[in-house]
């Protein structure tokens, strides 16, 4: 749990552990000048944090019982007989038989013999797909000679010396120059506005009925 929720081996996160998850620590106090053991109520004391007064980056949580010999009485959190037990170690396993799998897998495929057509018509499109290859054939067409295209322009330009544009650039503030004076030239007149004339004549009443 401390390996978990705490990486980061301080007194202060030993203590914060025993405060926010108090039932790992089975009702132990933590104790010692520098907050790294925890005592039981049955009375054994266990040193929690290797190297405690070293730097941080030399810590490690343990769980170490201070005195081996020290054994618990009338534990209140004593583990019952569970249904596991520890493996015999003069205990031999028997040896594997080599054709098990390969009668299982026999046996599995048995009621699939009747079904080579049916699985074959169902890997057929798979075998005859191209669509990779023509995603291929359609790359090497448009893409490739795009990218030939434009790596020949980008060589072409490359190529061109700019000296005569830089040159025509730097002569141009003696031609032309915005810059250095109020613009003094006489405004332009005035376009005169056409005459619109007199307009359309008036329409006349329409003779009177006799």
């Known amino acids: ?15 914060l552990a025993r405060a926010v998850r108090p039932e790992y620590f089975a009702a132990g106090v933590i104790f010692g000048s520098k907050g790294d053991k925890l005592r039981l109520p049955d009375g054994r004391e266990w040193d ?20 081996p010999t020290a054994v618990g009485t ?9 249904p596991l037990v520890p493996l015999d170690a003069e205990f031999t396993f028997p040896p594997r038989d080599p054709t098990a799998f390969s009668s299982l897998v026999a046996g599995e495929l048995a009621p699939l013999e009747h079904d080579d057509g049916i699985l074959a018509a169902a890997a057929q499109p ?34 061109d010396p ?8 730097a002569g141009g ?7 250095t004076g109020d613009y003094n030239e006489p405004e332009p007149p ?21």
Not at 195 to 206: A, F, L, S, T
């Open 74 to 82: 009338d534990d209140p959190f004593a583990l019952t007989e569970g």
């Open 190 to 210: 005035d376009i005169p506005e056409p005459d619109p004339g007199d307009g359309p004549e008036p329409e006349k009443p329409p003779p009177p009925d006799f």
């Open 173 to 179: 503030a003696t031609v032309i120059e915005t810059t």
């Open 162 to 169: 700019i000296s005569d544009v830089l040159e025509a650039s």
């Open 1 to 15: 749990m401390l390996n978990a929720f705490y990486p980061v081996v301080t007194p202060a996160n030993f203590a």
């Open 48 to 67: 929690c944090i290797v190297n405690a007064g070293l730097d941080v980056s030399r810590r490690s949580w343990s769980a170490q019982l201070i005195d």
């Open 126 to 159: 798979a075998v005859e797909f191209t669509g990779a290859q023509d995603l291929d054939d359609s790359f090497a067409r448009e893409i490739d000679q795009a990218d030939e295209a434009h790596a020949a322009t980008l060589a072409a330009l490359d190529a």
